[in-house]
């Protein structure tokens, strides 16, 4: 029976970890405990190859950059994205995402959100091959953030997280049980508007320190592993086209901040490897510590690309490229995407066309349904009138 838990644990994990790509040179890919925070949950940043950290503040910048709130144009909004996750593997896996943000004046703002990942339906057999019943392992977060206006440009948040994975759920066993840790993100933006050439711009810079926190065990604290700790640094420019068309461009930078992976004299993964490290310590080894120096520290960075089009800041067009070398997971993919905004509610989608044609990334689609409650609340008051 232990033996058909371990290989349902290992199933499970390898169905997740598998969208963030293997190596293929032999290098040691860096990797944590519940990935599914890593996964952009919105239509957005999606369409734009996973960039968030410095474009306009919206309803998604929990997630993103949750400093970004005291810049949004409007005060309160809430948000829900749907996403199909590796369709091309599992018919029944999903990610859903709530989020919400209001503005308590004009330089202060409060954010939050959900995070669901369901990992579909596991069918458990015995070693014999009995069937023995279904498991639905499945995993959430749950976040709070402030953030505050620092100068006219400069803004600074700090959210917390608590975080569930249940990747055992149906499955009777008295050494394994759901996993919890707790996180905090730190994130600052920079957000400066100018007029030149008879057109209004703006530049923007962003950086977040996601997910700082615990280790997380399924095992009562025998073994420990990292959550996935991100630093996400980028910049982003918007200009102005005429008076209906403006455009613009992003770039963001990304690094785990997990200890390498230590392997033992076979050179297999060692389980008892980085057990003596904590998580904070594990933040400034991960800078140092890859086997190939820091040419092969330089590949642990993504780079993502985004382009954004809106007509009348009503219409949007996004695309977007998202680079992870081959030595550290080989993911490469284009992102494409668009948007509709109404008074009251907007819709987006994007859509991942991979550059690999195995990838179990390829065809994800992501919905998101979002309201602006200042325009809900104006249409109120109007009616009334």
């Known amino acids: 029976m232990k033996r058909h838990i371990i290989l349902f644990v290992i199933v499970a994990l390898l169905l997740v970890k598998t969208s963030f790509g293997q190596s293929t040179t032999g290098s040691l890919v860096v990797s944590s405990a519940v990935p599914f925070l890593s996964i952009a949950p919105d239509s957005r940043g999606g369409a734009m190859g996973d960039v968030g950290v410095a474009t306009s503040a919206d309803v998604n910048s929990q997630y993103w950059n949750p400093a970004k709130y005291v810049f949004n144009e409007s005060q309160s909004g809430v948000a829900l994205s749907y996403t199909p996750w590796l369709r091309n593997l599992v018919s029944d896996m999903n990610l859903a995402y709530l989020t919400g943000y209001h503005q308590l004046d004009d330089i202060q703002a409060i954010g939050a959100s959900l995070r669901y990942f369901n990992l579909g339906e596991m069918q458990l057999f015995s070693e014999t091959g009995t069937y023995t019943g279904g498991s639905f392992p499945n995993e959430f977060a749950v976040?709070?953030?402030?953030?505050?206006?620092?100068?006219?440009?400069?803004?600074?948040?700090?959210?917390?997280?608590?975080?569930?994975?249940?990747?055992?759920?149906?499955?009777?066993?008295?050494?394994?049980?759901?996993?919890?840790?707790?996180?905090?993100?730190?994130?600052?933006?920079?957000?400066?508007?100018?007029?030149?050439?008879?057109?209004?711009?703006?530049?923007?810079?962003?950086?977040?320190?996601?997910?700082?926190?615990?280790?997380?065990?399924?095992?009562?604290?025998?073994?420990?592993?990292?959550?996935?700790?991100?630093?996400?640094?980028?910049?982003?420019?918007?200009?102005?086209?005429?008076?209906?068309?403006?455009?613009?461009?992003?770039?963001?930078?990304?690094?785990?901040?997990?200890?390498?992976?230590?392997?033992?004299?076979?050179?297999?993964?060692?389980?008892?490897?980085?057990?003596?490290?904590?998580?904070?310590?594990?933040?400034?080894?991960?800078?140092?510590?890859?086997?190939?120096?820091?040419?092969?520290?330089?590949?642990?960075?993504?780079?993502?690309?985004?382009?954004?089009?809106?007509?009348?800041?009503?219409?949007?067009?996004?695309?977007?490229?998202?680079?992870?070398?081959?030595?550290?997971?080989?993911?490469?993919?284009?992102?494409?995407?668009?948007?509709?905004?109404?008074?009251?509610?907007?819709?987006?989608?994007?859509?991942?066309?991979?550059?690999?044609?195995?990838?179990?990334?390829?065809?994800?689609?992501r919905f998101t349904l979002g309201f602006d409650l200042d325009d809900f609340s104006n249409q109120g008051k109007k009616k009334r009138k």
């Open 143 to 365: 976040d709070f953030g402030y953030s505050r206006k620092l100068s006219e440009n400069w803004s600074g948040a700090v959210s917390l997280r608590f975080i569930l994975s249940d990747i055992y759920n149906g499955i009777s066993s008295a050494d394994l049980s759901a996993g919890t840790s707790y996180a905090a993100d730190v994130a600052f933006f920079y957000n400066k508007k100018f007029y030149k050439n008879r057109k209004y711009s703006t530049i923007a810079g962003g950086i977040n320190i996601s997910n700082i926190g615990a280790k997380i065990s399924y095992d009562g604290g025998t073994f420990k592993d990292f959550i996935p700790t991100n630093l996400r640094v980028g910049g982003n420019y918007t200009t102005e086209i005429d008076k209906y068309n403006k455009f613009g461009i992003s770039l963001d930078f990304n690094k785990l901040l997990v200890p390498t992976p230590e392997l033992d004299s076979n050179f297999v993964f060692s389980h008892q490897g980085n057990q003596d490290v904590g998580p904070i310590e594990g933040i400034f080894v991960s800078f140092a510590d890859a086997p190939g120096g820091f040419t092969e520290e330089l590949s642990e960075i993504t780079v993502s690309l985004g382009a954004e089009y809106w007509y009348s800041n009503q219409f949007a067009v996004r695309a977007g490229y998202f680079h992870e070398p081959e030595s550290k997971g080989d993911r490469k993919f284009l992102t494409f995407g668009a948007g509709l905004k109404m008074n009251v509610f907007s819709i987006d989608f994007s859509y991942i066309y991979t550059l690999k044609r195995t990838s179990p990334l390829e065809n994800t689609l």
